[in-house]
């Protein structure tokens, strides 16, 4: 007979598997849920508590990969560093795509704890809730290219590069800058910040207020430094003149376009700060839309290659012409960037050494828990951009 499996308890009981996940590990829900959960969980004789013994006590090896999108060209220069790493280390590697859907990453996190897959990297979707369950059960898991959306509604995940002004090569901050940057900062911000990277606390620092969310996920991340690349290619699109810069952005990004409201300085226009929910053909639709409703702007910053892809398609489509017409600045850069016509000005980050560092952080942690790694960026200037006559 088929061992039940957590989708299984899921669907009989009528909610989703992240809900199953949460009652199973003693999270939060309702008294009604809680009780058809569990009883569908005995019916079925689905036993997780079995499962957390095994992760716990019998580490059986292998690692898991969950990416938002396999056919991106970023991902799959990270999915190469973690495999090269693993593959190094003779760890095999379980690859899923979550399509940046959190049900979908639930039920994802779920099969790998019943494979007995005991470590995990992620391009995380859901928020702390999703996560949880996996860390209760023993997992190690290493977030990389960004963080879970805070659990209170109308707030971002902190930004490690906000403080720090950009990364140094050698990963170092002036202990002066650090204070000034650091300054405007809620109290709550500044201590996850620091958690984060690793900084001690500031000379003379106030204790931090108490939280009425949710704490933070203690899970380390490889991230790169959103603030500093942002704002480079914004100062580079004003040294040309543009004074009308739009932001093309999509889900999960919530750094990079608070990265670019800090980076035009003052009061934003909003108008020229649009999103896509993920997919090409809404990433295609926004870019339309925004050259139509707003023929005034002269550059854009697209924050991910797909939204660079599909504002390249919609200019072209609408005899926009590169640089000419419209400056671009694409965040990643991919193959395909050098080899448009013009080629595109992207602000580059090592995807593949992110994945290997995420990697190499999964396979040492152990009773220690390993410091998160911010990465540096870098403008690369190629023939999408010119000055503004």
């Not at 005995?42 to 690692?63: E, I, K, V």
């Not at 960026?377 to 023939?383: D, K, N, S, Y």
Request: proline letters at 8%.
């Amino acid at each position: 007979m088929k061992r039940a499996t957590i989708k299984d308890v899921a669907e009989a009981a009528g909610v989703g598997v992240a809900t199953v996940s949460r009652v199973l590990s003693g999270g939060s829900a309702s008294p009604q849920t809680r009780e058809r959960v569990l009883a569908v969980a005995a019916q079925l004789d689905y036993r997780p508590s079995a499962l957390g013994r095994n992760l716990r006590q019998r580490r059986t090896g292998g690692m898991g990969l969950l990416l938002p999108d396999l056919t991106d060209s970023f991902y799959g220069q990270l999915a190469e560093g973690v495999l090269a790493c693993a593959r190094s280390a003779g760890e095999p590697v379980v690859i899923g795509s979550t399509a940046d859907d959190p049900e979908q990453e639930a039920e994802l996190i779920g099969m790998l704890l019943e494979q007995s897959v005991d470590r995990l990297i992620a391009v995380p979707c859901g928020d702390a809730d999703t996560w949880r369950p996996a860390l209760k059960a023993g997992m190690t898991v290493v977030f990389a290219d960004r963080l879970p959306p805070e659990p209170d509604a109308g707030t971002t995940a902190p930004d490690p590069a906000a403080a720090v002004g950009g990364a140094e090569p050698g990963g170092a901050v002036p202990e002066s800058e650090l204070e000034g940057a650091l300054s405007g900062l809620s109290s709550a911000a500044l201590s996850e910040l620091m958690m984060l990277d690793g900084v001690g606390a500031l000379p003379g620092a106030r204790p931090a207020a108490p939280r009425p969310a949710a704490r933070p996920l203690d899970v380390p991340a490889i991230l790169t430094d959103d603030r500093s690349g942002i704002r480079t290619a914004v100062q580079y699109l004003r040294g040309l003149g543009h004074r009308r810069i739009a932001y093309l952005g999509g889900p999960g990004r919530e750094r990079r376009v608070e990265a670019f409201r800090q980076a035009v300085g003052g009061v934003p226009d909003e108008e020229l700060i649009v999103f896509s929910d993920g997919s090409r053909d809404s990433a295609y639709a926004a870019a339309s839309g925004l050259f139509q409703t707003r023929p005034d702007l002269t550059a854009l910053v697209a924050g991910g290659n797909m939204l660079g892809e599909a504002a390249v398609l919609a200019a072209r489509e609408l005899d926009l012409r590169v640089p000419r017409d419209l400056s671009v600045v694409m965040y990643d850069d991919v193959p395909w960037a050098e080899l448009c016509s013009p080629p595109l000005t992207v602000i580059a980050q090592p995807a593949r050494d992110m994945g290997y560092r995420a990697a190499e952080l999964v396979l040492r942690a152990g009773s220690r828990r390993p410091r998160s790694v911010l990465l540096p960026t870098e403008l690369v200037i190629r023939g999408s951009c010119g000055p503004r006559l």
